[in-house]
Structures are given as structure tokens and as C-alpha cells.
């Protein structure tokens, strides 16, 4: 569609009305879901984060792990497989499960088809337990 046409400027306006029916209403609630774990979980140790602080990985040709070294030094972990095959993966989630879309991981070490888990590992003191603090 021609983007500066009328037509095409009114078929995209939402439609507030909408948002009380079904499907809008679940994925308004989905999206206020995942805003909010993000307000929550993620924003509150985002402060100091480090340049480049993300790293990632492919494995199984269609998975890839994203980690990223957050402020407070936890590590922030997205898996995803990007196909149609439950895939291995090659080892089990690290971390507390945040949030997870698709066919969940199961006991067998597979990641279902066109899946996403995000888990974070909370950073841990490397200061011997009986230290002073100078």
C-alpha cells in the first residue's frame, strides 16, 4: 500500500475500542505482562552496564544463546530456536526461568520448535565469606 494515502493511514490508526475484545485483549495483557518482568527483573540492574556487554552463540544450525553482563553482574540469558525441529541444546537453561514462548525445554535437554526462554543467573560475591570490608 502507497504509505502516504489516506486509505492507508486509516487502516493503520488502532482501534481503541478494540482492545476490550478477543484476540486484542490477550495480547494487550500479554504485552502488560511482559512489560512489567521487564520493569522488574531486568531495568532495576541495568545501571553500569559495560559497553559491549553482550555476548552470543549458535548451536543445532537454527539456535542461538545471547548473554549479556548486566550493572549489578548478573547475566542476562536469551535461547532460541529459530525452527520448525525440536533441537538439543547443549546443556540445561542456567539461571531462573523469566519467561519462556513456544514448546518449553524438556527433561531431555530439547528446546521445542520456534521457542525463546529468558533466564537470568544472579550475580554471586567473590569476596571470601568472613572478609572485612576495608
Known amino acids: 500500500p502507497d504509505p502516504t494515502a489516506e486509505d492507508t493511514f486509516l487502516s493503520a490508526k488502532l482501534a481503541w475500542e478494540d482492545r476490550a475484545r478477543s484476540p486484542h485483549s490477550q495480547r494487550l495483557t500479554w504485552y502488560r505482562n511482559i512489560l512489567q518482568l521487564r520493569r522488574a527483573e531486568i531495568v532495576p540492574r541495568l545501571a553500569r552496564v559495560p559497553g559491549r ?4 552463540e549458535t548451536f543445532a544450525d537454527s539456535c542461538v544463546r545471547v548473554r549479556w553482563r548486566l550493572g549489578d553482574n548478573s547475566r542476562l540469558t536469551l535461547t532460541a530456536n529459530l525452527s520448525r525441529e525440536r533441537v538439543r541444546t547443549d546443556g540445561p537453561i542456567a539461571g531462573r526461568v ?4 513456544g514448546e518449553p525445554a524438556d527433561g531431555s535437554g530439547r ?3 520456534w521457542s525463546v526462554i529468558w533466564s537470568i543467573e544472579e550475580a554471586t560475591s567473590t569476596r571470601a565469606p568472613n572478609a572485612s570490608r576495608s
Not at 53 to 56: L, N, S, T, V
Not at 98 to 101: F, G, H, M, Q, V
Request: overall charge negative; cysteine-free; hydrophobic content about 35%.
Open 98 to 101: 523469566l519467561w519462556r514462548e
Open 53 to 56: 556487554a553482550g555476548e552470543y
Open 111 to 113: 528446546l521445542g520448535p
